[in-house]
């Protein structure tokens, strides 16, 4: 076979593989055995501890990304921002969550100056490596630092995982949606949940 026929193959099974997990978080009784989100105990930018208490009566929006990042974690905050205005006064049942997965240098601080770029509905939370980590593990989210020194990155997942008012898994949208399409999405996971 040719390198050619071997990368299309291989493009293939990744986008398979894709939609496949995304079948998964999108389907209730998969994710009831999956358990997709959970309690978690985080720091928010004034320096207060957010538990998922804090979130419940809301449709809870989380994506985890690292103020650092270039140009996936400002686009899905942006999205956000504009979904927020597109929802009207729905927007009052949804509650943006931005998890930082690099609390090395997303201090409390940091995040809520990065997070004055964009609505002031969302709010940011950081905390220990050993908190992340567990964050991320019981959300299923992905990350890993990638590089050295001052200027490494984080890879990460894009996934953004909706939590409903009760604080049970809802379903997932992908971060790089354009805002219509993650707008009608959040709001066809609000209609199923009434």
């Known amino acids: 076979m040719n390198r050619r026929v071997l990368l299309v193959s291989g493009l293939a099974l990744v986008a398979a593989a894709g939609i496949g997990a ?10 009831e055995t999956l358990a997709v989100g959970g309690p978690f105990r985080l ?3 004034d320096g207060q501890e957010v538990t998922e208490a804090a979130l419940k009566g809301k449709y ?3 994506f985890f990304g690292f103020t650092f990042c270039p140009d996936a974690c400002p686009t899905a905050l942006n999205t956000f921002t504009l979904m927020l205005q597109k929802l009207g006064p729905a927007a009052d049942m949804v509650q943006p969550v931005f998890v930082s997965i690099d609390p ?4 409390p601080e940091a995040m ?3 997070l004055e770029s964009f609505d002031p509905r969302i709010i940011g939370l950081t905390g220990s490596p050993e908190a992340v980590a567990e964050t991320a593990r019981i959300f299923r989210v992905y990350y890993k630092k990638s590089g050295e020194g001052e200027y490494y990155l984080m890879d990460h997942s894009t996934a953004i995982i909706v939590m409903d008012p009760d604080f049970h898994y809802a379903g997932v949208m992908n971060g790089a949606m354009p805002v219509d399409e993650m707008t009608a999405r959040l709001q066809e996971i609000m209609q ?3």
Not at 22 to 31: A, E, F
Not at 104 to 107: G, H, I, L, M, S
């Open 192 to 194: 199923k949940g009434s």
């Open 43 to 45: 720091t928010g930018t």
């Open 60 to 62: 809870s929006v989380f």
């Open 112 to 114: 809520k100056a990065y």
């Open 104 to 107: 090395e240098r997303d201090t």
């Open 22 to 31: 995304s079948y998964i978080l999108n389907d209730r009784k998969m994710t």
